[in-house]
């Protein structure tokens, strides 16, 4: 069963950045592309970012692009999500996640398979 790990979520300010871990581990980090999703409570599952497989291929969600980069090292067993210029609605928990067969592409939370616990991040003015 794969596991997954989030960390580095915390406080930060508007207009400051956070950079969020997840470590992979029992499984073949390689097979799967990945995601983070984020959740507030009382609200779905949004989708916040994905990258394939070999790292080339990344899809964000509207709320987050150009400022949001999700990246991973597959020798780390690792993907990362940069969050810079942060908002007062970036304010969630986040969670990664793992698509077996597929590229990370969908928002749809029920085509992923695999969940970390979150990390949360709190942003104030």
């Known amino acids: 069963q794969v596991h997954l790990v989030e960390s580095g979520g915390g406080l930060a300010q508007t207009g400051g950045s956070l950079k969020l871990s997840c470590v992979f581990s029992d499984g073949t980090f390689r097979d799967y592309a990945m995601a983070w999703f984020r959740q507030v409570a009382g609200k779905e599952r949004e989708f916040v970012a994905g990258?394939?497989?070999?790292?080339?291929?990344?899809y964000y969600g509207d709320a987050v692009k150009g400022r949001f980069t999700i990246s991973r090292d597959n020798d780390k067993d690792t993907v990362y999500l940069q969050m810079n210029s942060l908002k007062l609605e970036d304010t969630a928990i986040y969670h990664c996640?793992?698509?077996?067969?597929?590229?990370?592409?969908?928002?749809?939370?029920?085509?992923?398979?695999?969940w970390g616990q979150g990390t949360q991040v709190t942003v104030s003015s």
């Open positions: 990258i394939n497989k070999g790292g080339d291929s990344q």
């Open positions: 996640a793992t698509q077996r067969w597929g590229s990370a592409r969908s928002p749809d939370p029920d085509f992923y398979s695999n």
